[in-house]
């Protein structure tokens, strides 16, 4: 079974980076799917932000487009997420997902704050 | 961007109530409508894709229909487990864009 796993800070200041990193087993991220973030934020909306495909192409969402970077580690079967210029708007829990959201990982929260 | 608009935006229902939770969409999307259930621990688990198709393990008591602009997902005698946050999905177009969302609530 495919399993996602998100990492990364809990708490970012303002104007810095966001990095995230999902971690899968079950399955080898070169093998096939796009691998997606998603973001809820509080208040309920949710929003997907982009993917990377299994050939290591990516997909922004244009609201994002020019803050996101998705990467990959095929060695450690891994992508990440960066996001730039953070503001408090980008407080959300960040959710790592396979293919067509059929497989998520259970979601890191993270708080932009100073 | 499509924007999907989903009601109501919190239902009130009973154990053992049939409910259904729409979802519109602002052009139409071709039948390329996915559900997500989210439990209060942020859990987020799939349960129908393209309309109308149940993910595995999902309980018969889930269905779902529609097409062009109109969706709806229903569950037909609620467990204590339904009670959660749903969300319908559009996929016919990038960017990818989610419903508000509907909070399902023991009345």
């Known amino acids: 079974e495919i399993q996602l796993q998100e990492s990364g800070p809990g708490l970012v200041k303002p104007s810095q980076s966001l990095s995230l990193t999902c971690s899968v087993t079950?399955?080898?991220?070169?093998?096939?799917?796009?691998w997606s973030w998603i973001r809820k934020f509080p208040g309920n909306k949710m929003e997907w932000m982009g993917y990377?495909?299994?050939?290591?192409?990516?997909n922004y969402n244009p609201s994002l487009k020019i803050r996101i970077s998705i990467s990959r580690d095929p060695s450690k079967n891994q992508f990440f997420l960066q996001l730039n210029s953070i503001t408090t708007e980008d407080t959300a829990t960040y959710y790592c997902?396979?293919?067509?959201?059929?497989?998520w990982g259970q979601g890191v929260m993270v708080t932009v704050s100073s | 961007d499509i924007q999907m608009t989903q009601s109501p935006s919190s239902l009130p229902a009973s154990l053992g109530e049939r409910v259904t939770i729409s979802c519109r969409a602002s052009?139409?999307?071709?039948?390329?409508l996915n559900w997500y259930q989210q439990k209060p621990d942020g859990t987020i688990k799939p349960l129908i894709y393209y309309t109308s198709n149940l993910q595995s393990d999902v309980p018969s008591r889930f269905s779902g229909s529609g097409s062009g602009t109109d969706y709806s997902l229903t569950i037909s005698g609620l467990e204590p487990e339904d009670f959660a946050m749903y969300y319908c999905q559009q996929d016919a177009s990038f960017p990818w864009t989610f419903g508000g969302g509907t909070k399902l609530e023991l009345k």
């Open positions: 052009q139409g999307i071709s039948s390329n």
């Open positions: 079950g399955y080898t991220i070169t093998s096939g799917y796009d």
């Open positions: 997902a396979s293919g067509s959201f059929d497989y």
């Open positions: 990377i495909s299994n050939s290591g192409s990516t």
